[in-house]
């Protein structure tokens, strides 16, 4: 045999057999379904040397074990979930809602506790203004954490009231994401700060881009939005520290987001998720925060923190979202950006609508993300077939992440319903029962369904053959993502 057919056999071995490893290591990776096993399968199979990458680069949620690490020294380092909020208000619950609750606990440990108060943030620019004003106000501390901080109107206010807290000797600390605040980190801004003493730490930073696929995927990112101010005010909601008019994907503005602003013990629950963040992070402990008093006990409702990611149970969203699609009784509303299920909430949404709950979800009309948009649409037919109303905004970007049923009970926060929320993205959410603050965010609801176009029937099947081939195929690669 000629050296140049042994070359090519050894050469066609060895690609074989690094095709059965990560065929087997696709096979037996945790934590997936069957579809995602055998989208990767094929994937390694018939796309050899790219499969092999693409898997490398995206087939394992991986953040690394060092990150992993740190996260699980900080949670160990701070007091626990159950600890810091004070006695469950479980006994206080309906019985149908208890199980929800349950569920949230399930995730961090964090307790339904009652005496909270909200009050639900007109617009972007409002929620700003309330910021900057209860950091103004600030007498202790001011932490922030966003995924995108944008150097423009509304990031800049933001920065300036840190530094003025900070030269009033509050102790300001403030996080942003790697990725989606790079641009800050790298500017001068960020190193203002600093001197001005704002004490500020880089979350999952990238590193080295040849050397992060080793580490951890590189698209895990915290996608977190906490303000948490004098251990008594939290804010969270969809909203970066960004304009309305979001300079980096301007095209698709106004980005539409809701925000709320709370008082009450779900604030130390904000807080502890805040500063298992800063800790796994930086060497700064942070347990002396929860030593302070609870604040005196006042009416108010039922809530409870939810923060997800991948230092955390899997599956939490995906459960979170199906048992509250599976409780409603009478009416269902969602809002998401973006909508890349998996099959279980398809079908606990197609189901609410079967068993004759009111159910309506409103989606962007206009997507900033072309692949989600796709995917998205895939998904309309058998919705619209199970009676789920389906309508687009068409005012901008319609960012906010809200769910409400049956008038009673809020689900507000970052996660998308989509496999990015579920699998890679750190999260943080309140779910809240109260009838006067689902009344505030159903009419938000109500107004982003006025302004939005309603999805027909004979609209998704008017669909030409290859939108349809392209929608199907794009949905396709979502359990290889």
Known sequence: MHDSAVIA?????????FQLIFIIRALL?????PSSRFAWVLVIALAPGIGVLAYVLLGEANLGRSRVGRMRAALDALPRAEQVAGASAEAAIPERCVPLFRVGYSVNHYLPVSGNRAILLPDSASTIAAM???IDAARHSVHVLFYIWLTDESGLKVMAALKRA???????????DDLGSRALIRSAHWRDMALSGVRLAAALPVGNLLLRPLKGRIDMRNHRKIVVIDNAITYCGSQNCADAAFAVKAKFAPWVDVMARFEGPVVRQNQHLFASSWMAQTDEDLTSLFSEALPTPVPGFIAQVIGSGAGVRYSAM????????????RELVITTPYYVPDEPIQAALCASARRGVATTIVFPHRNDSWIVAAASRSYYRDLLEAG?????????????????????TTLIGSANIDRRSFELNAENNILLHDEFFTRAMRARQQVFIDAATPVTRAQVEAYSLWRQLWNNSIAMLGPVL
């Open 388 to 408: 789920v109303e389906i309508r687009e905004y068409v005012g901008g970007l319609l960012h906010a992440k809200t769910l409400t049923f049956d008038g009673e």
């Open 29 to 33: 990776r945790p934590h997936r379904e």
């Open 132 to 134: 900057v004003a209860d």
């Open 166 to 176: 900070a030269a009033r000797g509050v102790v300001c600390r403030a996080i942003v």
């Open 318 to 329: 995906p459960e979170t979202f199906v048992a509250l699609m599976n409780a409603a009784r």
């Open 9 to 17: 056999w050894m050469l066609f071995a060895t690609q074989a057999g």
